[in-house]
């Protein structure tokens, strides 16, 4: 049984193997990220890079390419490659934007209804505290408001069963 091609696809029995211009790609951008080639720095010629990695020189133009969309060299006809001076640019896939275009407007979504919730929510306190102040025992507000028992022993436990003090229109009764 033979090796597999340098370049190949599959591993024998060790599942996927990035290319030659991957492989040489990420030793590069290694070099590049422990800074062994500083920003504006020319990388080897093409030719040296082939000769290294004993691939032709148009493996090594791949992975120039990758490199260079990801932004981490810069490459221009007739010229050798330098680091980037800049950011590295990297661009999302489609997939990827798509996610983030649900993804924004879910949490859009959720602001709203969590804005929803809070402002019924203060309604509901407001409605509670005026029924309470008219007279009500929170024991009757939760029973007419439908609140289950155990909420409503929770309520009673901390002492908020108590009619308030009569004032206002309620002691005018």
């Known amino acids: 049984m033979s090796e597999p091609a340098a370049g190949s696809e599959k591993a024998s029995g060790s599942g996927p ?4 211009r991957y492989r040489i790609a990420d030793a590069l ?8 080639f500083a920003p504006g720095e020319e990388l080897p010629s093409m030719r040296d890079l082939a000769e290294q990695w004993q691939v032709v020189p148009n493996t090594v133009a791949a992975a120039f390419d990758v490199l260079n969309t990801e932004g981490l060299i810069m490459t221009a006809a007739g010229h050798r490659a330098r680091v980037a001076t800049g950011r590295p640019r990297t661009r999302p896939s489609r997939e990827v934007t798509q996610r983030l275009k649900e993804l924004r407007a879910t949490e859009a979504g959720i602001k709203a209804a969590q804005a929803r919730i809070s402002e019924l929510a203060g309604r509901r306190r407001a409605l509670i505290a005026g029924l309470h102040e008219s007279g009500m025992t929170y024991a009757d507000i939760g029973v007419a408001a439908g609140i289950t028992r155990i909420r409503l022993s929770q309520i009673v436990a901390a002492g908020l069963d108590e009619k308030p003090a009569a004032t206002g229109r309620a002691a005018a009764r």
């Not at 193997?17 to 030659?20: K, V």
């Not at 951008?29 to 062994?36: C, E, F, K, L, S």
Request: proline letters at 8%; a positive charge; hydrophobic letters at 40%.
């Open 17 to 20: 193997r990035p290319t030659m």
């Open 29 to 36: 951008r290694a070099q590049i990220v422990a800074g062994d």
